[in-house]
């Protein structure tokens, strides 16, 4: 169950990202709210070794929050979630909701509860990561016995590269995964624009299509409901 009301939405996103705010509130209901924090982060993209040091930037600027009334709290730092793991993901959400006193939805976690929710056991995936996040990626999505049959990514760069991709670019690699095969597709990463993607492709292909933003802000909903 999900509410239908206006939230007053905290979000986080790393320092770059220039798309989830404006699509997160375009799947909201009308009349909601974002504060937006953006982690501090170099030009290259998160690894193993660079995110204890983003994590804990991360946790720090979330006391900025408790200025604002909000409803609930989302992270939406798609790749950190990946290399985290399904336990380090709900660790930092944990955290999160002790500094903040919210309710806090992931977009990792967001991402396997949704592919469950309409029984996708086995999808496409697109994505803008290189091999290392992929493979994090993968995994994340295996702990919820989604397995990946059809895959493409964009391997950006660099966060420059990410994000210069556009929702045109988007909408082709998406089409070419839509193969009769899998119960379903997943765009993931919160800086690919899919507002505008995921609900015609859908209507044309007859199955289910994801993205990062879509789920996140599904939950952060039902998350209050």
Request: aromatic fraction near 6%.
């Amino acid at each position: 169950m999900s509410t239908t009301r206006p939230l007053n939405i905290g979000l986080m996103v790393p320092i770059n990202n220039t798309t989830m705010e404006g699509e997160m509130l375009g799947w909201l209901p009308p009349g909601s709210t974002c504060v937006t924090l953006r982690i501090p982060r170099g030009k290259g993209l998160l690894t193993e070794e660079t995110l204890p040091a983003y994590k804990d930037a991360a946790i720090a600027l979330a006391k900025e929050f408790n200025h604002h009334q909000l409803d609930v709290i989302a992270y939406g730092c798609t790749a950190a979630g990946f290399i985290l793991g399904p336990q380090g993901d709900s660790e930092i959400a944990q955290r999160l909701a002790d500094t903040t006193g919210k309710p806090v939805v992931t977009t990792a976690r967001s991402m396997v509860l949704a592919l469950q929710a309409i029984g996708a056991g086995n999808i496409a995936l697109l994505t803008p990561y290189q091999d290392d996040v992929n493979v994090r990626l993968r995994a994340f999505l295996q702990s919820g016995d989604i397995a990946v049959s059809h895959f493409d990514s964009f391997y950006a760069a660099d966060v420059v590269a990410l994000g210069q991709i556009t929702e045109d670019q988007v909408a082709a690699r998406a089409q070419s995964l839509c193969t009769n095969d899998v119960d379903a597709l997943f765009i993931a990463c919160s800086q690919l624009p899919t507002l505008n993607v995921v609900t015609p492709l859908a209507a044309t292909w007859g199955k289910p299509v994801l993205s990062s933003i879509q789920v996140t802000a599904q939950y952060a909903m039902q998350a209050v409901a």
